[in-house]
Structures are given as structure tokens and as C-alpha cells.
């Protein structure tokens, strides 16, 4: 069984930046995507980014030019550095993963950008 487990997230003003981290355990033979999503309060959620398991990155729009997606195949984690935050980036950001053809969930990290 693989876990997900999400980090970084916290209270950072408009404009600030802050750096995601989501780290999996568990046995694991074969990484594929992985990626980030968000959800805030009264909304459906949403996709962030994506990471190819070969490294290829896909923004959202809403993201775009102001996120990087990052990853780390030899410590099975996964990175979300944000820059020029602004207050609708508030969500609860969840890392998912594709490991062994199966697909896991973090349980979450809490982002709030302050205006």
C-alpha cells in the first residue's frame, strides 16, 4: 500500500511564494504521473499541474508562469513551487500519483493567501 503525505502548505501573503512537497510510502516498482490539485471552499477541484513519469510538466491556465512542477523519482516526492500567490490560489492542494497502475491520494495541505 502506498501513502501520500503533502507538506509546505500555510498562510503566505498575496504575492508571496511557497514550496509544496508530497512524499510517498510504501513499496513501490513502477512511477508514473503524478500531480497536484486544489479545491476551494464551494468549488469543484481542480487540476494544478502534472508531471510526466519522464519529467514532462502540464500547467493549468490559472497557474500558468507562476508555477513549477518538480519531482524526484529517487525519493518518490513530488514539488510545487508557486510564485505571485494571490488570494483565489486559496484551496486545500492534494498530490495524486500513478504508482504500479494504481492511483493514490494525499490527504491534503491547506494554502490561504492573504490579500
Known amino acids: 500500500q502506498v501513502q501520500l503525505l503533502e507538506s509546505g502548505g500555510g498562510l503566505v501573503q498575496a504575492g508571496g511564494s511557497l514550496r509544496l512537497s508530497c512524499t510517498a510510502s510504501?513499496?513501490?516498482?513502477?512511477?508514473?504521473?503524478m500531480g497536484w490539485y486544489r479545491q476551494a471552499p464551494g468549488k469543484q477541484r481542480e487540476l494544478v499541474a502534472v508531471?510526466?513519469?519522464?519529467?514532462?510538466?502540464n500547467y493549468a491556465e490559472s497557474v500558468k508562469g507562476r508555477a513549477t512542477i518538480s519531482r524526484d523519482n529517487a525519493k518518490t516526492a513530488m514539488f510545487l513551487q508557486m510564485y505571485s500567490l494571490k488570494p483565489e490560489d486559496t484551496a486545500v492542494y492534494s498530490c495524486?500519483?500513478?504508482?504500479?497502475?494504481?492511483?493514490?491520494w494525499g490527504p491534503g495541505t491547506q494554502v490561504t493567501v492573504s490579500s
Open positions: 495524486t500519483g500513478n504508482f504500479d497502475f494504481k492511483d493514490y
Open positions: 510504501g513499496t513501490i516498482l513502477r512511477i508514473n504521473g
Open positions: 508531471i510526466t513519469g519522464d519529467g514532462r510538466p
